[in-house]
């Protein structure tokens, strides 16, 4: 089995999906807003915080995942056009 090397690229990608993504953090400004507002216990933002990252790994994976499967190479196929076929 192959092993999976993780690159000193994987954080500075990671960082930067953190940084393009910041729509993540939109319910946990809102779950803030309610903690001083209303009272609502601060753990319901922390987990809306921590709960970003994860979402931006996982889509890091999926496409990886569909990148991955692009790159295969399929088998070649044989020639059915008539007229390409080698007459001479």
Not at 21 to 29: F, H, Q, R
Not at 31 to 53: D, E, I, N, Q, S
Request: charged share 20%.
């Amino acid at each position: 089995m192959r092993r999976v090397r993780i690159s000193g690229v994987f954080l500075l990608c990671f960082l930067w999906n953190l940084l393009v993504n910041p729509e993540w953090l939109l319910p946990a400004a809102v779950l803030l807003a309610l903690h001083f507002l209303k009272g609502w216990a601060l753990k319901w933002c922390l987990a809306a915080v921590l709960l970003w990252p994860a979402v931006v790994l996982l889509k890091m994976w999926i496409f990886g995942k569909l990148i991955a499967a692009g790159k295969h190479e399929d088998p070649p196929k044989e020639n059915k056009n008539p007229y390409s076929v080698g007459k001479r």
